[in-house]
């Protein structure tokens, strides 16, 4: 008898913290609200990833070719163009994080959060530290420009790459068991969370 009493009573408890949990479509709102300030920075980090890889690809192409003063000129304007667009990727990741940091916990549980902050915190080391020496790298003028240089870039690049796909393990393996703790699906054009450039 008494043990009937012990498994209703813990039936009940059950019954109990599992209505109190979220629903599905909170939760997905809440992942929404996780994946909206990452995908903006993932997509000014693309724009100005793109800029530098064009930019490589023009001194390799115009190597060999004699530059005028319109080429100068023209050159000029592809690192102004990389400045800002690595200004609006560096002023995205402060906005996101600031946007992250202000959410609320869901479900008493910040992991999925301190995950996609950390990630940020991340992107935020590397433009202090190996963006910048990337684009120096890249200004250096054709004629100056050595296979040590190209090495460099590489070298960088296996750097960053290496530095935000350990945080990108990490949240994606969270946001995976988010979703399967709060039983929806991952939709996936809603996440656009790729190998990192």
């Known amino acids: 008898m008494l043990k009937h009493v012990l498994k ?27 994946i909206t300030p990452l995908e903006k920075v993932f997509d000014l980090e693309e724009e100005f990833i793109l800029l530098i890889n064009n930019q490589m690809d023009e001194s390799v192409n115009d190597s060999s070719a004699v530059i005028s003063k319109t080429d100068t000129s023209s050159f000029a304007s592809d690192f102004k163009k990389i400045d800002l667009a690595f200004s609006n990727f560096q002023i ?7 946007k992250l940091e202000s959410l609320p916990d869901f479900d008493k549980n910040d992991d999925l959060k301190m995950a996609a902050i950390d990630l940020l915190d991340e992107y935020s080391e590397v433009c202090n530290n190996e963006y910048p020496e990337l684009i120096k790298t890249a200004k250096i003028p054709d004629g100056n420009y050595s296979i040590e240089d190209d090495d460099k870039i590489l070298e960088l690049t296996e750097k960053i790459d290496n530095k935000i796909q350990e945080k990108l393990s990490i949240l994606t393996k969270e946001l995976k068991l988010f979703a399967n703790n709060y039983n929806f699906e991952i939709q996936n054009d809603s996440l656009k969370i790729n190998e990192p450039k």
Do not use: G, R
């Open 92 to 98: 995205q990741v402060a906005i996101s994080k600031n």
């Open 8 to 34: 209703i009573s813990l039936l009940t408890v059950l019954m109990i913290i599992t209505s109190c949990k979220p629903s599905p479509q909170k939760a997905e709102n809440y992942f929404d609200d996780i």
